[in-house]
């Protein structure tokens, strides 16, 4: 061939090429439509679909993005849902609990830590075989809340994991003000309400029996409850699951859970989450799945999103989702060797908390 013959049909191969790109654009481009109406019906009409978008929107309610759950189930059905896990999960509190535990004779001091590994998430169990070695520690530092690994070297804890509720102004709070309820000692150090009103906790009494559910700060101290913080629900009641399935299980996110065997050992389940390609979390099926297996007859629910976080022997265990690294927080479940020689002061005494600016934050808390 020579250079005019190539160059020849070079000119007629070429316009050739372009009908056959469109044809191949307009395929994509069909198939993209198609596909995305497909998706969309499967989204919002199917059943199967219909629970991957609630769940969804339960993951977007425990975050700081919770408004944007109404793209997906709309304002009503937001409010709708919110007011009624509020409902369920107090409702869950007050079931009665038999607290049939038979403690351990034998003297067990030793605290292990596992790793577990479901289909979309990963973490740890701590089993604290005595619970007596375990208190409720607070923030120590005025107006604000500590990091746990702090808390933990300042006072020579074991271990520990982060607590109870508090409030948190657009997920970037200053960690100081509790939600609820803390005791710590047989003291009850902060309450939000009145002796009278119910709150839900979840902590231990003196004989280091779990107690958790929905309580009056009156009920509490009758009862010899020695550490508490407030948090919710209350998932696991003598030995039988309250979450149907996972459609009830508030989405999935990081979690931290505590739960009791029949023969005292306390289980700290922290999953990590919000992390594609390590962890995306768990629902509270799937953790109350795990404890189950555990023999757990008593689990609650404790803080978690950004805030679980797992401590052993002076470093951090697990994988905290936040950005920012620990965050700072009012209370955690601390381990000791020597819990009597625990002492917790109470930061809250003397500070006006009706007024307190939970947004503000001191230069030490700064990011």
């Not at 409030?167 to 309400?193: A, E, H, Q, T």
């Not at 955690?332 to 020597?338: G, P, T």
Request: aromatic share 10%; proline share 4%.
């Amino acid at each position: 061939m020579n250079d005019y013959q190539g160059y020849a049909l070079a000119q007629t191969t070429k316009p050739m090429l372009k009908p056959r790109r469109k044809r191949k654009l307009r395929f994509f481009a069909a198939a993209i439509i198609i596909s995305t109406f497909i998706f969309i019906i499967w989204f919002y009409f199917s059943s199967s679909g219909t629970n991957w978008r609630y769940m969804l929107a339960d993951t977007l309610i425990t975050t700081q993005h919770r408004d944007y759950a109404k793209y997906l189930i709309g304002q009503s059905e937001l409010d709708r849902r919110t007011d009624n896990y509020s409902k369920q999960f107090n409702d869950m509190g007050l079931v009665q609990d038999n607290h049939d535990i038979s403690m351990n004779s034998r003297k067990n001091n030793s605290v292990t830590v596992e790793p577990i590994t479901g289909k979309k998430f990963k973490g740890y169990m701590m089993f604290v075989h005595n619970p007596q070695m375990i208190r409720v520690v607070t923030t120590s530092l005025q107006g604000q809340g500590e990091q746990i690994l702090s808390m933990v070297k300042r006072t020579g804890a074991i271990a520990g994991v982060n607590g109870g509720a508090f409030d948190d102004p657009n997920y970037d709070g200053n960690g100081f003000r509790p939600i609820g309820v803390v005791m710590s000692g047989g003291k009850l150090l902060y309450s939000d309400g009145g002796m009278e009103d119910p709150v839900n906790v979840v902590g231990l009494d003196r004989k280091g029996i779990m107690v958790a559910g929905r309580y009056k700060p009156s009920e509490l101290l009758k009862m010899g409850v020695r550490d508490a913080v407030s948090f919710q629900p209350k998932f696991i009641v003598n030995g039988k699951g309250l979450v149907k399935n996972e459609a009830d299980g508030w989405g999935i996110a990081p979690r931290t859970c505590m739960a009791q065997t029949k023969d005292g050992t306390i289980i700290f389940l922290v999953i990590d989450g919000r992390q594609p390609g390590y962890s995306m979390g768990a629902t509270l099926y799937d953790a109350q799945q795990l404890l189950l297996e555990k023999g757990a007859i008593t689990a609650a629910n404790l803080d978690g999103g950004s805030s679980s976080v797992l401590i052993k022997d002076n470093q951090v265990v697990n994988r905290p989702s936040s950005s920012y690294g620990m965050r700072y927080l009012p209370t955690a479940f601390l381990v000791f060797d020597h819990p009597e020689k625990v002492a917790v002061s109470n930061m809250w005494n003397g500070v006006d908390m009706v007024h307190f600016n939970s947004a503000y934050k001191p230069f030490s808390a700064k990011r």
